[in-house]
């Protein structure tokens, strides 16, 4: 649905020329929530604002929808503009304006007669939850409901992408999470595409499907979320998927509970998608006569299922514990007995 | 006891004067909005980076604010003596005052207009255009709304200056309380006279940085 080729941003300035966005190519399926997270001077900003022609692009082409929005005029591209919504890391609302005014706002700019604005925006305070607040200032109102002013905003004129720079990054943990629920809620209702900048792992844990890494204005790895979890190849990739799960290459201090002893054998789970949300420590126990002892892990829920990986301690008779490994392959997670640590 | 303290001013003359003030004040105001707001404008929009980013005509308005600025007031009155004549059809009573006024005062308020785009939120902005707004589109409902606390703070600074330049207008016979003060009161000795000018001067300007304060204060809701 969104298909990038080959973009670049050069910027020249007096002292160097930066290249902020080199050479870029991605295609965005309809209906997915895609990320691009980088660390800052990445060129995540300048690549989003590359896609709705904020910043022109020195070289590539962007199609939306087989719109080749890189090739419109400039009145073309203001009517193009209106189908894809955009949030700010700052929410940019109108301090003049109420909250309904604020959502009334792009509709006034397509041109919609009062009477429909007004059923467009009581809905869109609705669904974003601001029942009750029409009529507040934003200077009135927290960081949270700022931004689902924003979002409620930029959904006025039915968008069929909507882009996110940063739009959490200004938010507290636990706004940070009720903003992404409600993303993934629009997501699910509306089935639109979202692009989602963001220099947080857990933005992209929680609701992304698949992601981009962006580096010094290039794409270093790109694909399921899940995968660049569990197999991350470059090196931006490794160092984001390690800010979530500190406990992995620990493993030394399994060092003492791994022994000869063949009525205990310490073992790797390593969950990947959709098993993970089973019970199956407690399934393992019922079903089988063996004694587990958890010894350290870390999983995560992302949009496609959770990953992670989960060492335990088995005790038991030698064949049952070779039995439950096999049960446990056997319902989707991988098992890798460890024998010793090097 | 007033007709003891002040026994050459005549309350006539006083309202007659006060009225001129008033009218001068308030038409120039006007003048002086419509014409500061559109060279605040072109000064902003022709900008490095802005929406009508022109060097040329950046350049050319920037010359004539700042010329037209540094003109004492005075001077400015006699330097437009033709134009008045030939716009106005006199150089003498309050109407004969206006040009000179909005051209004074429209070059000091356009700097403020200009100040004041400038405090406006870029992000705004930049969200305005990605929803697809035109350029009238972002001044009408962007840019004036959002700056309009700081426009109306500075038309009351310029509102205050119009009303010394009123009465300094009076010099040349332009009517008002600076005209009375200078002619009936300096003139004839008569200091009462000058004093009760003075007086309803100041008590105008209060009430304009009072009204000013009011507006500006109920409109920023930031
Ligand atoms: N208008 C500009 N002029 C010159 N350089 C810029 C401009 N905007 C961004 N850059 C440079 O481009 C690079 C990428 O910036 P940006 O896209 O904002 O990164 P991010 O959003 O990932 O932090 C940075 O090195 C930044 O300094
Ligand atoms: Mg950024």
Redesign the interface.
């Known amino acids: 649905m969104i298909s990038i080729k080959g973009l670049s941003k050069l910027y020249k300035t007096k002292h160097q020329d930066v290249k902020a966005v080199d050479n870029v190519s991605l295609d965005i399926k309809k209906g997915e929530i895609y990320g691009v997270i980088g660390y800052s001077g990445a060129g995540k900003s300048t690549f989003i604002r590359l896609i709705?022609r904020?910043e022109e692009p020195s070289n590539g082409e962007v199609l939306i929808n087989d719109t080749n929005i890189t090739g419109l005029s400039v009145g073309k591209?203001?009517?193009?503009?209106?189908k894809?919504g955009?949030i700010?890391q700052?929410f940019?609302?109108?301090?003049?304006?109420t909250v309904y005014d604020n959502i009334a706002?792009?509709l006034?700019?397509?041109g919609v007669p009062s009477r429909e604005r007004r059923d467009t925006v009581l809905e869109l305070i609705e669904l974003v939850g601001l029942k009750g607040r029409e009529q507040a200032?934003?200077?009135q109102l927290s960081g949270g409901q700022k931004q689902r002013v924003g979002i409620a905003?930029a959904l006025a004129?039915d968008p069929d992408v909507l882009?996110c720079d940063e739009a959490t990054s200004a938010l507290d943990p636990e706004t940070t999470d009720d903003i992404l629920d409600l993303l993934v809620s629009i997501n699910e209702k509306l089935n639109l595409t979202i692009i989602m900048i963001t220099h947080e792992m857990h933005v992209i844990q929680k609701i992304c499907h698949r992601v981009a890494v962006m580096d010094q204005g290039k794409v270093v790895e790109h694909g399921d979320v899940l995968d660049v979890f569990v197999k991350p190849q470059s090196k931006t990739a490794k160092r984001f998927v390690q800010q979530l799960s500190p406990l992995e290459h620990k493993q030394d201090t399994l060092h003492r509970f791994i022994t000869k002893d063949e009525n205990s054998e310490v073992v790797k789970l390593h969950f990947i998608g959709n098993d993970a949300k089973r019970a199956l420590i407690t399934d393992v126990i019922k079903r089988f006569d063996i004694e587990v002892n958890i010894l350290q892990g870390s999983i995560s829920p992302t949009q496609e299922g959770a990953y992670g990986t989960l060492y335990v301690e088995l005790k038991g008779a030698a064949n049952t514990i070779q039995e439950t490994t096999q049960y446990i392959r056997t319902s989707g997670v991988e098992v890798e007995v460890i024998r010793d640590v090097t | 006891m007033l007709r003891e303290w002040f026994p050459n001013v005549n309350m006539e003359d006083m309202w007659t004067a006060t009225y001129e003030t008033l009218y001068m004040t308030i038409i120039s105001v006007i003048g002086t909005l419509i014409l500061g707001i559109i060279l605040g404008l072109l000064l902003f929009l022709t900008e490095k980076n802005n929406l009508w980013q022109n060097r040329f005509l950046n350049s050319i308005t920037a010359a004539v604010v700042n010329i037209f600025r540094a003109i004492p007031f005075i001077i400015l009155i006699l330097l437009l003596f033709p134009f008045t004549d030939f716009l106005m059809g006199t150089i003498r009573g309050p109407n004969a005052a206006l040009p000179a006024l909005i051209i004074g005062a429209a070059p000091f308020y356009a700097r403020l207009v200009e100040i004041a785009f400038k405090e406006v939120?870029k992000?705004?902005i930049?969200?305005?255009?990605?929803?697809?707004?035109?350029t009238h589109?972002i001044i009408f409902?962007?840019l004036l709304?959002?700056s309009?606390p700081a426009l109306i703070s500075g038309l009351t600074v310029t509102a205050i200056a119009l009303i010394s330049y009123t009465a300094m207008a009076g010099v040349i016979g332009a009517g008002g309380l600076g005209d009375l003060a200078y002619m009936k009161g300096f003139q004839r000795r008569d200091n009462d006279v000058v004093f009760a000018c003075t007086v309803f001067i100041v008590v105008i300007v209060f009430i304009f940085q009072f009204i000013g304060d009011a507006l500006s204060r109920k409109?920023d809701?930031?």
């Open positions: 709705n904020l591209l203001r009517k193009e503009r209106q894809i955009m700010f700052h940019n609302l109108l301090w003049s304006r706002f792009p006034e700019i397509a200032y934003p200077s905003r004129n882009l | 939120d992000g705004v930049e969200a305005a255009k990605s929803m697809g707004a035109k589109t409902k962007v709304p959002e309009m409109l809701k930031r």
